[in-house]
């Protein structure tokens, strides 16, 4: 069996699955469920000196929920069932929840304290300013937590070296600034001169936004706030945070931890291949409820068994090693190649092809029809392969 355990700062984590600041972790009873769920480690919600004044509403699912093709095996007795058991928001999600609406008093007094024995590490989320640091970091002494993360959410990108070295200078602690994607380009400059100053590991990224979404019937918006303007979490903001800890891990010596759009085991590899050392995780969380953790960390293990790695370190930023220094793949001259066992017959390759290089065309003794490419007008755009529901097509370069 695969070792999914990993370190940074110095912290050893079970798993490389963390809580990502959020409604899941909103207080301590709700912690202790994600830890009993099987989570390797623990982030909080955003504390700050004052509760946050939250609008509302201020969550939206931008979809119905679409079940996720996964199955667990329930045993009944000798009988065994395969049942749905997760839900995801393609369209993503969307909240304007800020930080943390109990009080810092409340944090320090009541729910900190329950989480002295929490049996995986405990990083306590921070926000926002030096003058808020000075303020919330000398209450965090009296508990045993592993590392701070501040959230750099609503500040301006040139105050993060003054955060570090004012917590820093409060405590003797590993801190981690958690980057937000409002400039994807800064994200870089933004990771090197964290690192510079201290920081022991970047998380990366923060919801994306503002973005906006709205009822057509009634024109009002799913968010309470100003415009009904709120911050785009789940599936769609993959791409955009996998790239981000591609181009953040291959800038800087510190560990990152992937965060943005993970639902399954493979996301949070994907993450992994491109430089996280751990990942972590919100509107699944929220979507699917606390049990997302041990499920997203079992379904890496059993991915890295059937791919036949023995640790997480093997994987770790493989994606860089066999790309990102330049190394060139083959992608030119390639053709769609179809796997007719796999096909169903569906016609979908056939509608996307945008060269009309696919036709549907009958074969001897089988009822449905199957997709035939040719091989002059295929542009191996790669659509069909990526469109195709059952995977019955691949690029052959
Ligand atoms: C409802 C909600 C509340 C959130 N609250 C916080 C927060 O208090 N502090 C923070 O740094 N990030 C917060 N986030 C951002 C998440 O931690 C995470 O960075 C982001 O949602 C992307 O990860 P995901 O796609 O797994 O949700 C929040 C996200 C959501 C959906």
């Known amino acids: 069996m695969a070792d999914i355990g990993t370190r940074i700062a110095g912290i050893e984590f079970k798993n490389p699955v963390l809580t990502a600041a959020g409604p899941p972790v909103r ?3 709700s912690i202790i469920k994600c830890v009993e769920s099987g989570v390797g480690g623990i982030v909080t919600k955003t504390i700050s000196t004052k509760p946050a004044p939250v609008p509302r509403p201020n969550m939206a699912a931008l979809n119905r929920a679409r079940i996720l093709q996964m199955y667990n095996t329930v045993k009944n007795g000798n009988q065994q069932f395969y049942v749905k058991t997760a839900y995801r928001m393609d369209q993503g999600f969307i909240n304007t929840e800020l930080w943390t609406e109990l009080s810092l008093e409340q944090w320090i007094d009541k729910e900190l304290p329950m989480l002295k024995d929490l049996g995986v590490p405990l990083i306590v989320s921070v926000g926002y300013t030096p003058e ?68 022991d590991a970047i998380v990366a990224i923060n919801s994306f936004g503002p973005t906006l979404s709205f009822d057509i019937y ?31 891990a291959r800038a800087v010596n510190i560990p990152v931890i992937g965060v943005g759009g993970i639902s399954t085991g493979k996301d949070a590899i994907e993450h992994i291949m491109a430089g ?46 066999e790309m990102g220094m330049g190394q060139k793949i083959k992608t030119e001259g390639g053709i769609a190649k179809l796997i007719e066992q796999k096909c169903t017959g569906c016609k979908l390759c056939e509608r996307v092809c945008q060269y009309e290089a696919i036709s549907m065309v009958k074969k001897e003794g089988i009822r449905h029809l199957f997709p035939e490419i040719n091989e002059e007008k295929c542009a191996a755009c790669g659509l069909c392969v990526s469109i195709c529901p059952t995977e019955a097509l691949y690029l052959e370069f």
């Open 276 to 321: 996280a050392s751990a990942v972590g995780v919100c509107t699944q969380g929220i979507i699917e409820g606390k049990k997302a953790f041990g499920r997203i960390a079992q379904e890496i293990q059993d991915e890295l068994d059937k791919m036949g790695f023995s640790s997480l370190e093997e994987i770790k930023g493989l994606y860089i090693k």
């Open 132 to 199: 808020d640091m000075k303020k919330i970091v000398p209450l965090l002494r009296e508990f045993n937590i592993d590392a701070i993360e501040f959230s750099t959410h609503y500040i301006t990108p040139g105050i993060i070296t003054d955060i570090i070295k004012t917590i820093k200078s409060i405590m003797d602690i590993p801190v981690f600034p958690k980057l937000s994607p409002h400039h994807t380009d800064l994200l870089v400059e933004q990771a090197k001169e964290a690192e510079k100053s201290g920081a």
């Open 27 to 29: 207080d301590a009873q």
């Open 218 to 248: 009634t024109r009002r918006p799913y968010m309470g706030s100003e415009f009904g303007f709120g911050w785009l979490s789940g599936p769609p903001i993959k791409p955009l945070a996998v790239r981000a800890v591609f181009d953040i």
